[in-house]
């Protein structure tokens, strides 16, 4: 995959991804399973790619000089 994740955007999300995850431990019942959705941005930032900025044609990823 190619990155298209790059700079602020990938900082926001690895720190959304990690407290949308710590309300797992504080929301009680089937509500703390939804914590999970955090999983998408932490691994998308984690990774730098993210396949619906590839599917829409975003990047956020400063281009690469001299190629």
């Known amino acids: 995959m190619q990155t298209n994740v790059g700079g602020i955007d990938r900082i926001l999300r690895i720190v959304v991804g990690i407290a949308v995850l710590a309300l797992f431990f ?13 999983l998408v941005p932490l691994l998308t930032g984690l990774f ?4 619906l900025y590839s599917i ?10 001299g190629h």
């Open 26 to 38: 504080v929301l009680e019942g089937n509500a703390r399973y939804w914590a999970l959705v955090g």
């Open 48 to 51: 730098s790619t993210c396949p």
């Open 56 to 65: 829409i044609g975003v990047n956020t990823c400063p281009m690469k000089q």
